[in-house]
Structures are given as structure tokens and as C-alpha cells.
């Protein structure tokens, strides 16, 4: 019995190993549907809504991968990964992308053998704070319990930090950004870090944002992106020009309203390019004329995407920053549709 | 006439493999045993082909990279700087020591439960029935997580004891305050309990990778010399008494001998007790019993203890009545009936199920994930697994821990086992 159980988990391991490895793009279309790893809750990121449905950042570049490939943006499977598990389940077949806040680092690149299709969120890390502790700077945090995500690049940023400013600290391993929240609340840390992005949102989600303050430092770079398994070439185009495009759409202001419109033809080549106007960038990536104009279709170009679910007017009210396009002064910059 | 035709000779078919159960039994476990070996070569062939394909080694060097993460609960001295190998040594004592006192806590606790049950005394019995079906019956990660809620809940943060200035003038009481005159804290994140310093402290010895602190060692001997003097006074007082019949008065002699030579070390050596103060976000001096370990301690004990009371209660009665009626007949009372008559037969029974109680409280301690104590599985199976990516890699030296682990133990007891059990003459 004892034998039979241990093979057939051996089995099972090596099967689902095997099934890693076929041509992505294909797998999708054959399921028709898109496996995609977001975050287990992550409010203006990655979180359900009321009705279930999942809503947020991250997901608006699942739905864009989706509506590329599949022609639907509802044909997507949200499987939900932990700081811990997002990596193996990528690595595993699990799912065919990871769009998780997760930071581009030279060895998740290179030794994980993954590929970063680019960045959709320029970040730094931060530090949350209970507003009537009276620390104004992460200086003063000599001593204090920290609460920090593991598995992240946080975690070695935090060490660095105080080891640095020759501080100490008490850390908390967490492990979902709910524990983290719920041990923060509870006065089981006196601060909370992670990506200032997800600091931001976490506090919006608190009963009584205002009694929190995030501290002014950010101690790291912290470039998100979606990234898919090394080793498949396609799919990686694939996921990296979705994302161009979102970036090049808003660039030259193709919106969801006017994206139907602009698509029969424009006076910019590159956009008629892009939306497959002229040319067939499509075939290149084995997708079709139209993937970019349902791609932008799908939740709008960048900017739509960054106001509905991120932006000032939304409860976690990040402001663009360096997330804005080149033009504008920050680090959004698509390579030409050409 | 009769002639008898010799037995025909056993001609060698190869069918008789299969149709003659002289050879068949052995022909199906060879057969079984090359399907077997097959299938472990094809699944590791898949395994080692896939890694390749990933282009990913198996490979252990990683262990020896600077681990950079810290660990909040270090018995042997530990950096951001040390290696993954070192934290996953942190990680390994942070098991034994949860693992090594919830054996012995459920065992003390197991044996008075698994005996009280058994008590004449109708409400303790029934009492102890309610604690035994209540902590077996439900997840130990459920009694893990209960345990720590109400650490982190109910008790105080380390700004409640703050005393200022103004609290002073106004005359209002800390919102919480220390006990055991000011040496105890017991806040959300864990309990601060007195450290023992030396201010003549005679330094370490490095063994390898653990410095052992040659004033602890001091403090133990004297200890071992007391009690073994003690005794020898005892034992002493005994033959005395049986020669002469009068027993010689020793009480002070013991006393004496139990806590001079630890009075004589303690003071040669400088010692005194720091307590926790106060200071920024925490208490600091002192030293920190972190609440996840409170928490997994006392949630793997009482889960464990329920299973061992009902060992110690099952090994009791298969004792026949007959011990107990023997022993009360030469004049024994109930108590000593247990201890010398009872308890030590139905230890036989008692040792081989305890020990894989044993086994399954330390393989349980990796349950530890839960309340964030950095177990082996938070170190190495943790963030080392998640920094490095070596996922294979630290699930195999995993493994092979705690099957080393699971196998010490069991040896261990199994030396006990034999020394208690029945000695046939």
C-alpha cells in the first residue's frame, strides 16, 4: 500500500513535469482557456470582488493576454499563489503566467529560468507604521518587530537595510499579505513591509486608514513584471508585447472607447500597425491581425487600467510617479511596433 | 510381483515456475522485484531528463551561499552573513528544542492524565475522559493556531507598559505591568523572562559549529555533584539505620550538599540575573520566549499527551487485578501500589506505541509554518527553498533530516525497550 501511494506520487510529480515542456501558445488555445497566477488577495492588484469576479492591476494584464490569444477576456483561470508557492506553480505547468507583483531580479531571470515579459509596475519597498508610535523615518526602527512576506526580495532588502544602519530587528516570517495585515492590526509587529505599492493598498483596505502612516524611505528597486517559463520564446513575445502594447496604446492615445474606431485606419502608421490596420505584426507571434486592439479592448490601454484600479482616485490613490509614460517624465517606454 | 517404478525424476519445466508452488512464490517476488526496479529507473530517468530539459542540476552547492535573511529565534550564533547551511542548522536545533521539550512535557502530562483516568474519583475521571476526547479528536494545527491567537490576542503590546511623565503627574496606572517583581513580561510577542549573566564568566569552547559555555557546563556539575552527594548521604543514613536502628538526623547535611557547591560556583562565578527593560519598541536584556514557540510547544504537548494517556491508561489495565490486590494485600497503599507494583509492568506495554507518539510530535513540529517559528521547514524548507529556487534540493536534505531524525529517536527507545521489558530466566 505504503509502496503504491509513494509511485504514484513519483508518477504524478514526473508526469506533470513532462507536461511542462510543449509549446505554451499551444496548450492555451487547445484548453481555451488562460491559467493565471495572481496574488491571494492584494486590493487594486489582484482581489475578487463583490460577485467573485477577480478585479485589479494584475489581472487587467491576464485579461489582456487573454483577450490576445483567446479572443476572450473571461476565459482566464485565476489560481491564486502565495510569495512561496507563485514560483513553483509557474515553474510546474500549473500556470501559463505569473502576474503577481513579483520583482524582476537577475537570479529569478537567469537560475529560476524564468523570463520577465517587462515591467508593469515601477516599485520600491516601503515600511507601514501605526501613525501614533511617532516615528517619522524607518531610522528610528531600531529594535522594532517587523512583519515581512517570505520568499520575497523584502526580505534580504530589510536584512540589508538595518544591517546597513547598524540597526536590529525582530523579524515575523508571514506568509500572504492577509496574515501579514491581520498580525500588523493585532500590534503582533510594529511594522509592516513590503512593496509600497502593496503598503498602499494593504492600508486601504484597513478599517481606519488614517491611524497609518507609510514611512517616507524606500529602501530598494523593486521593478514588477509578469514572467512566464524560460525556454519558450513564443509565449514570452507573446506576454511582452501585450504589455507594449497596453504602454504604446496610451501613448498614442488608443483608449477602449476609441480602440474600435482607430483600428479602421489612422494617419499614424504605428498605430495603424499596432492594431492591425497594416502589416501583420500578428503572424509574427502565431496570433492573429486584431490581438492588440483586444488586447486594449479588454480593460482599456496602461493609463485606463492604472486609473481604475491603482490611481489617485481609487481608495489606494498611488500617483503615477515613475510609472508614467517617457513623455511625461517617468520609465514607461514600449520599444517601436515595427 | 508388485514391482515399484522409481518416483519419476523431477524434470525441470520452466512452466513449473508459475504451476509449482515449490518455486512460484519465489517467482512472482522476482518478477515483482524487477517491475519495481523498472519503474524506480524510469521515474528517476523521467526526473533527471525533465531537470535536464529545464536546464536545472541537482546540485547542494547552494548550501554554502550567504543566506542574508535573519531569524527570529537563534539558539547558536547566527548572521545575515552565514551561510544557508548554517540557517538551516538554526532552523534543525529550533526543531529539536520544541520537539525535545513536547516529548517531555506530553509524557508527564500523558501518564498523570492516562492514570487520573482511571481514578476512583468519579469527577476527576470524567475530567480527564473530557480533556482526552476534546485534544484527540480535533486538527493539532487547529490547537496550534487556538493556542496562538490567544497569545497574540489577550495579552498586552510592549507600548502598554510604558510609564511617562505625564501617566506619572496624573496618577494612571500602565495600561499593563510586569510580574514576579518587575522580571517577568509577558507581551503579544512573546514572554521576557530574566537572563542569567556571568560578570566572571570563564568564555566558550567552540565545538565546530556550537560554542558551549563553560559556565553552564560549571552550573550543571555542581548540580550532578550535589544530587549524587545528596544521595550518597541518603544511602548512608540507610545503612546506618539498618545496623544500628536509629537513623542518624542528615536533613541539613543533604541540604547542604544539594545546594553548596551551586552557591560556591554561582558566586565564584559573578552571577546575577538581567532582567528585561523597557527600551524603543520592545523590552530588551533578557531574554525572549517568542509566542510561536509558546504556541507550537503547548499545542503539539496537549495534542500529544491525549494520545499518551490513552497508551498509559491502555498499558494500566492490561495489567491483571490480580498485581493490585497482591500488592494491597501485603499491605501496600494505592499510591505506592502504582508507582512500584503497576506502573513499572505496564511500562512494557506502554514504551512501543509511545515511541511513535515521539516520532509523530517531532514530525509535527514542522506544523510550525502556521505560527511563523522558524522550524527546519522555515529555514531550509522555507526561505532558503524560496531564495534559492532549489526546490528538489531542500525537500530531499528535508527528508533525509527527519528520516535521520524519526530513526535516532526510535533506535533511542528501542534501548529503553529493552531494558524494561520482561527478562525471561
Known amino acids: ?338 | 510381483m508388485a514391482t515399484f517404478a522409481d518416483t519419476p525424476k523431477a524434470n525441470f519445466r520452466l512452466g513449473m515456475l508459475i504451476y509449482d508452488t515449490r518455486y512460484r512464490s519465489v517467482t512472482i517476488q522476482i518478477v515483482v522485484l524487477f517491475l519495481f526496479m523498472a519503474g524506480a529507473a524510469w521515474l528517476l530517468n523521467n526526473l533527471f531528463t525533465n531537470l535536464a530539459e529545464r536546464g536545472k542540476d541537482l546540485s547542494f552547492s547552494f548550501l554554502w551561499y550567504r543566506a542574508g535573511y535573519d531569524i527570529n529565534q537563534t539558539l547558536i550564533p547566527y548572521t545575515n552573513d552565514d551561510t544557508h547551511f548554517r540557517a538551516m542548522l538554526v532552523g534543525l536545533v529550533n526543531t529539536l528544542l520544541v520537539a525535545f521539550l513536547g516529548c517531555v512535557a506530553a509524557t508527564i502530562i500523558g501518564v498523570v492524565v492516562g492514570v487520573l483516568r482511571l481514578s476512583s474519583n468519579w469527577l476527576v475521571a470524567r475530567l480527564m475522559t473530557i480533556y482526552v476526547e476534546i485534544f484527540r479528536n480535533v486538527p493539532v494545527l487547529l490547537w496550534i493556531l487556538v493556542t496562538f491567537a490567544i497569545f497574540t490576542e489577550v495579552t498586552p503590546q510592549p507600548r502598554d507598559f510604558k510609564v511617562t511623565d505625564q501617566m506619572i503627574a496624573e496618577g494612571q496606572e500602565p495600561a499593563a505591568s510586569m510580574l514576579l517583581f518587575d522580571s517577568v513580561a509577558i507581551t503579544n510577542r512573546g514572554t521576557f523572562i530574566p537572563k542569567i549573566v556571568y560578570s566572571r564568566s570563564l568564555g566558550e569552547i567552540h565545538l565546530g559549529f556550537l560554542p558551549i559555555s563553560i559556565d553552564t557546563l560549571l552550573v550543571l556539575a555542581s548540580i550532578v555533584f550535589g544530587v549524587l552527594v545528596f544521595r550518597a548521604i541518603g544511602n548512608n543514613a540507610t545503612k546506618v539505620q539498618e545496623a544500628t536502628g536509629v537513623r542518624p538526623v542528615t536533613w541539613w547535611k543533604r541540604l547542604l550538599a544539594l545546594f553548596g557547591p551551586l552557591l560556591i560556583v554561582l558566586v565564584a562565578l559573578g552571577f546575577s540575573l538581567q532582567r528585561p527593560t523597557l527600551g524603543g519598541f520592545n523590552f530588551t536584556g533578557g531574554v525572549l520566549v517568542l509566542n510561536s514557540f509558546m504556541a507550537l510547544w503547548i499545542g503539539l504537548t496537549l495534542y500529544t499527551a491525549a494520545f499518551i494517556a490513552e497508551i498509559v491508561r491502555a498499558g494500566i489495565l492490561a495489567i491483571s487485578k490480580g498485581q493490585t490486590e497482591a500488592a494491597y494485600a501485603l499491605g501496600l497503599r494505592p499510591g505506592r501500589t502504582m508507582n512500584l507494583v503497576i506502573l513499572p509492568q505496564a511500562l512494557r506495554v506502554i514504551i512501543p506505541p509511545l515511541i511513535s507518539q515521539y516520532l509523530n510530535l517531532t514530525k509535527n513540529s514542522s506544523l510550525a509554518i502556521a505560527v511563523s517559528y522558524m522550524d527546519l521547514r522555515g529555514t531550509l524548507g522555507g526561505i532558503t527553498l524560496n531564495q534559492t529556487g532549489r526546490e528538489l534540493e531542500c525537500m530531499l536534505l528535508m527528508m533525509l533530516i527527519y528520516l535521520v531524525l524519526s530513526l535516532l529517536i526510535s533506535s533511542g527507545m528501542n534501548v529503553y525497550n529493552n531494558a524494561v521489558r520482561l527478562k525471561e530466566r
Open chain 1, 1 to 338: 500500500m505504503k509502496k503504491s501511494v509513494f509511485l504514484g506520487t513519483l508518477a504524478a510529480t514526473a508526469l506533470l513535469a513532462g507536461y511542462a515542456s510543449a509549446a505554451t501558445l499551444d496548450d492555451v488555445k487547445a484548453r481555451g482557456e488562460l491559467n493565471c497566477g495572481v496574488n491571494t488577495g492584494l486590493v487594486g492588484f489582484a482581489a475578487p470582488d463583490a460577485n467573485g469576479n477577480w478585479q485589479g492591476f494584475d489581472v487587467a494584464i491576464c485579461k489582456a493576454v487573454a483577450a490576445a490569444v483567446l479572443g476572450d477576456a473571461t476565459k482566464i483561470k485565476y489560481v491564486p499563489t502565495t510569495s512561496e508557492t507563485r514560483f513553483t506553480a509557474l515553474a510546474s505547468g500549473e500556470i501559463d503566467v505569473l502576474a503577481r507583483n513579483t520583482t524582476w531580479t537577475f537570479s529569478r531571470d537567469t537560475d529560476l529560468a524564468f523570463t520577465f515579459t517587462g515591467v508593469n509596475y515601477y516599485d520600491g519597498q516601503g515600511f507601514m507604521v501605526k501613525k501614533d508610535l511617532g516615528v517619522t523615518s524607518a531610522k528610528e526602527l531600531d529594535g522594532a518587530t517587523v512583519c515581512i512576506q517570505t520568499g520575497t526580495t523584502t526580505e534580504l532588502n530589510l536584512a540589508d537595510f538595518f544591517k546597513v544602519n547598524n540597526m536590529s530587528y525582530q523579524p515575523v516570517a508571514i506568509q500572504t499579505n492577509a496574515e501579514g495585515e491581520q498580525q500588523f492590526l493585532a500590534g503582533a509587529c510594529d511594522a509592516y513591509t513590503t512593496d509600497a505599492s502593496g503598503l498602499a493598498a494593504t492600508r486601504a483596505a484597513f478599517a481606519s486608514p488614517d491611524d497609518y502612516i507609510i514611512l517616507p524611505e524606500i529602501i530598494s528597486k523593486e521593478p514588477l513584471g509578469p514572467l512566464v517559463r524560460q525556454g519558450d520564446d513564443q509565449w514570452a513575445d507573446i506576454n511582452r508585447w501585450v504589455l507594449n502594447a497596453l504602454v504604446a496604446a496610451e501613448e498614442y492615445g488608443v483608449t477602449s472607447a476609441n480602440v474600435e474606431e482607430l483600428s479602421k485606419g489612422t494617419d499614424n502608421p504605428e498605430i495603424n500597425r499596432m492594431l492591425g490596420n497594416e502589416g501583420d505584426l500578428g503572424a509574427m507571434i502565431g496570433l492573429d491581425k486584431d490581438w492588440a486592439k483586444r488586447a486594449v479592448s479588454a480593460s482599456g490601454n496602461y493609463g485606463e487600467i492604472f486609473a481604475a484600479t491603482i490611481g489617485e482616485s481609487t481608495p489606494i490613490g498611488l500617483a503615477r510617479g515613475l510609472n508614467a509614460q517617457w513623455t511625461q517624465g517617468g520609465l514607461l517606454y514600449s520599444p517601436p511596433f515595427r
